[in-house]
């Protein structure tokens, strides 16, 4: 008779350590928006988390490190509004309202983590293989499928997920100047013509 493995236990992380996390998570999301990651010292963050500097690099290792926990804490941000979030980006509004609020809200992500969105997609040549864009695919598929059940979805929900890359953000918002504000309208417009639903 085999006797049952037993699981080992994750220790619980104490609540300090917790609250230093999320305190360097945002110190490092604002500085890295404000500064960029290139011009934000490891030093800095600490300051501004209100932390020492080896609570920094023993909880993150290096500041690639920490952009990265930034991103990926920003991603299960964004997941969360869109599976259990009040409407429009979550459950409850038509399949339209939540394919524009999702685009906002993606637009959003970008202006304000572009920099680490564009080296997450460069660095991982598999971003399109990616976890995230996976979800961002499943979400948008659905909602076209509602609004659109006789189109190729497979092929339409990449017209609508391209202009939501940090490559094609980067270009059109910091090298061709533009505003957040066109690009939002753009990804509207485009939504309203593929869908058919103005």
Do not use: W
């Not at 945002?26 to 960029?36: H, I, S, V």
């Not at 564009?118 to 076209?144: F, Q, W």
């Amino acid at each position: 008779m085999e006797l049952p493995v037993v699981q080992p236990v994750t220790p619980k992380e104490r609540a300090d350590a917790v609250a230093n996390r999320q305190r360097i998570l945002d110190a490092a999301t604002r500085l890295f928006a404000e500064n960029g990651v290139g011009c934000t010292s490891m030093d800095a963050i600490a300051a501004a988390a209100g932390v020492g500097k080896g609570t920094v690099f023993r909880r993150f290792g290096d500041r690639a490190s920490l952009a990265l926990a930034v991103l990926d804490a920003s991603e299960t941000t964004l997941q969360e509004a869109m599976i259990r979030g009040p409407a429009p980006l979550g459950p409850g509004a038509p399949p339209r309202d939540r394919l524009l609020a999702f685009g906002d809200a993606m637009l959003d992500r970008l202006e304000e983590h572009h920099e680490i969105l564009l080296e997450a997609e460069i660095s991982h040549g598999s971003y399109l293989r990616s976890e995230p864009h996976a979800v961002h695919r499943t979400h948008t598929r659905h909602l076209l499928a509602q609004l659109r059940p006789d189109a190729d979805n497979e092929y339409l929900v990449d017209v609508l997920l391209a202009p939501l890359t940090a490559r094609v953000f980067t270009d059109q918002r910091h090298h061709r100047g533009l505003t957040l504000k066109q690009l939002k309208a753009g990804y509207a417009d485009t939504v309203c013509r593929l869908t058919r639903d103005c």
